[in-house]
C-alpha cells in the first residue's frame, strides 16, 4: 500500500527547515529508523553533502537516521534498499535528469508500490505527478524526459501563488500558465499552496494543511477545495 | 549584416501591445512593407489566427504588412523568401517545439545573418539566446533540445524581475534561479526588464529603453548595466 507525503514546500515563510510538518513525519516515518534521503535537486546549487546535512538537522529532532543516496556507490541498489525515501525540493529539471541518468525512476515507482513512505517537498512533489511539465523551475539542464513518477493520476503544481493584487508585471500569473498547459494536455492539475499537503495512502489522496488548495481540470473554470478533501476521483 | 531587436515584452503595463516600440519598429522595418509573423508560442492558448490579427491591427499603424507563419503550407519555404520576421511571446517551450517540428532553426539563423531583419518579444527573443534554459515559462510540452538562434552569445532572461520587497513567497527570486543555472552553465545571462532591448546590427549590441539591465556571468557578483551601453564583450 503506497503512503506518500507530498509537500508545497519544505519551509514556511519564517519557519524553520521542515519544523511544520515534524510532527507528520513523525507518523509518516514511524514504523522505519532510516531515510534515504535524495539531494539531487541541489536548491541554490547547494552540494549534495550541504544538503543532507541540513536534512539530517531537521530529521535528527524526530530520531530518524537520514543517508544521502549521493554516499552509494550504487544509487540503484541503495534505493532497492531503502526503508523510507525523501526527495527535497531544488531544481525540478536538475532531479528529474539526474532521476533518469541513474535509472531510478522505476526503483523508486516499485518501492512506492509496496508500501515504502516517500517524502516529496517542492521540486520532490512535482515529480509525484504525471509529468514535471507544471513546474514553476527554470529549464536549467535538458532531461531526457518531462514524464514523472506518477504517484497520483494528474500533476501538481507546488508553491501555487495567487495572483499578486496590483502588480505592474507583464508575466503571466501561476494561473494563466496553468490554463496554457491545459491547451497542451488533459490531466488535472493542483495548485498546492505553501502549508498544504497531499497524504496518499492506498488509493487515498487526502489535501492536508490549513489552506485550500486550487484544482484545475481540463475544459472547467478552476475551483477550490477545502483541507481534508478526498481527490480519489481526481484523474 | 545582422539586424535584430531584442525585446523584454511586447506589451507594458497600462499601455497597448507594442506601442511603446512602434517608433523603433517603423526604423528596425523601415527598407521592407511586408513582415511575417510566427505565432507559433501561443500567448494564454490563443490560435495562431488570433494571435496574427492582433499583431496585424499593431503594425498597420505604421504601415507594415503581417502575414502569419501558419497560413503557408511550407513554412520554411515561406521564411527563406521573408523581407522581415517577428516572433512574438507566449510559451517559449510551444515555440521552439514547433521551430524544431517544422525545421526552421536554420533557416532563421541563415536569414538574419544574412540582413533580414529580426524581431522578437519575450518568448521570441528569448530564443534569440544560446539556449531556452533561462525562459521563465512553464515546460507545458517537451521540445526535442533547449538550443536556440544564438543570434548572441549569451542567454537572455525576459520580463526579469526584481525580488518582490516583503514577499512571504518562498519560492526562488529570479536572481536565485539565474543563479541556480549557473551551476550548470557557463555562458552569461541578461535580465531584461520590462520596458528595455537590445538592438544587434552587425556585431554591435546594444541596451535600449530607460531602464537598466542586470548581468549574470560566471563565478562572478550579478551588476547593472546603463541604457545605450554595449555589450559586445559579454560572452
Redesign the interface.
Known amino acids: 500500500m503506497k503512503h506518500i507525503l507530498i509537500a508545497s514546500?519544505s519551509?514556511?515563510?519564517?519557519g524553520n527547515y521542515l519544523d511544520y510538518l515534524l510532527d507528520n513525519l513523525k507518523t509518516h516515518f514511524k514504523n522505519i529508523d532510516q531515510i534515504i534521503f535524495i539531494p539531487y535537486a541541489?536548491?541554490?546549487?547547494i552540494t549534495h553533502d550541504q544538503y543532507t546535512n541540513k536534512v539530517k538537522a531537521a530529521f535528527n529532532s524526530i530520531n530518524k537516521e537520514i543517508i544521502g543516496l549521493h554516499t552509494f556507490s550504487n544509487p540503484k541498489e541503495a534505493l532497492e534498499n531503502a526503508q523510507g525515501i525523501f526527495v527535497g525540493g531544488?531544481?525540478t529539471?536538475?532531479l528529474t535528469k539526474a532521476l533518469y541518468k541513474f535509472d531510478l525512476i522505476k526503483t523508486i515507482q516499485e518501492k512506492v508500490k509496496n508500501g515504502t513512505p516517500y517524502l516529496g517537498t517542492s521540486a520532490g512533489s512535482n515529480i509525484c505527478g504525471l509529468t514535471?511539465?507544471?513546474?514553476?523551475?527554470?529549464?536549467?539542464?535538458?532531461p531526457p524526459?518531462?514524464k514523472a513518477l506518477s504517484f497520483v493520476p494528474f500533476n501538481i503544481n507546488p508553491?501555487y501563488?495567487d495572483p499578486?493584487v496590483d502588480s505592474?508585471?507583464?508575466?503571466?500569473t501561476r494561473e494563466?500558465?496553468?490554463?496554457?498547459?491545459?491547451?497542451?494536455?488533459t490531466q488535472p492539475v493542483i495548485g498546492l499552496r505553501?502549508g498544504s499537503w497531499l497524504e496518499v495512502n492506498g488509493e487515498n489522496i487526502c489535501l492536508k494543511g490549513n489552506l485550500q488548495a486550487r484544482i484545475f481540470e481540463h475544459n472547467q473554470e478552476p475551483y477550490e477545495v477545502d483541507p481534508n478533501t478526498y481527490l480519489n476521483e481526481l484523474k
Open positions: 514546500t519551509t514556511l515563510h519564517g541541489r536548491p541554490s546549487g531544488g531544481n529539471f536538475v514535471i511539465g507544471t513546474t514553476n523551475d527554470m529549464p536549467i539542464v535538458y524526459s518531462f508553491h501563488l499578486i505592474k508585471h507583464m508575466g503571466e494563466t500558465r496553468i490554463k496554457e498547459f491545459h491547451k497542451f494536455n505553501e
